[in-house]
């Protein structure tokens, strides 16, 4: 099984920006790793930008916009941008998988519950198998008119709804233990 690493959204924006990620704590620190793991393995790794179209957040050619610079130290074989929740909407990213002969997708990046959790159900229904990191993933917590929840809360109840059949959730270190 040839298997692709996502690299989702792992901008400025998450930590010097609005949306500061604050769950898991070292999620940044597992992405970096498993990103190592997957040079040294030979695996695809694909970085996904966002582009945000709400004039707030990932303005284009901001600060915030741009991948985090560690991020940009370790290698990759493919960058592409996105202006919706899922890295499959109106990009590249399925003609490269079949390109690459992928077919299973490693979910790593942010936000847990939105980019992650969309590209995984997307990629679960386009026929790829998914496993999605559960601490090289992260989120922030969120308050809005429907309620109020934790980032570990959120993380964790994304995490649960994807492992009910989208995903095969594991930490970066069982990743890497089991996925040659």
């Known amino acids: 099984m040839k298997k692709a690493l996502l690299v989702i959204d792992v901008q400025n924006e998450y930590?010097?920006?609005?949306?500061?990620?604050?769950?898991?704590?070292?999620?940044?620190d597992n992405i970096l790793k498993v990103m190592d793991y997957a040079k040294e393995n030979n695996m695809i790794t694909i970085i996904v930008q966002h582009t945000g179209s709400d004039g707030n957040t990932f303005i284009r050619k901001s600060n915030e916009w741009e991948i985090h610079p560690k991020i940009l130290e370790k290698s990759c074989d493919y960058i592409i941008e996105k202006t919706k929740p899922s890295s499959f909407y109106k990009t590249n990213l399925e003609e490269i998988l079949i390109k690459e002969d992928i077919d299973e997708v490693i979910i790593s990046g942010?936000?847990?519950?939105?980019?992650?959790?969309?590209t995984a159900r997307d990629a679960f229904h386009k026929g790829y198998n998914v496993k999605f990191l559960s601490d090289a993933t992260g989120t922030i917590d969120v308050s809005n008119d429907i309620g109020t929840i934790n980032s570990e809360d959120l993380h964790k109840a994304t995490l649960i709804a994807q492992s009910l059949g989208f995903s095969k959730v594991i930490s970066s270190e069982d990743f890497m233990k089991i996925c040659l």
């Open 15 to 28: 930590f010097t920006g609005k949306l500061k990620v604050t769950y898991p704590s070292n999620s940044l």
């Open 110 to 118: 942010y936000m847990t519950q939105m980019c992650c959790d969309t």
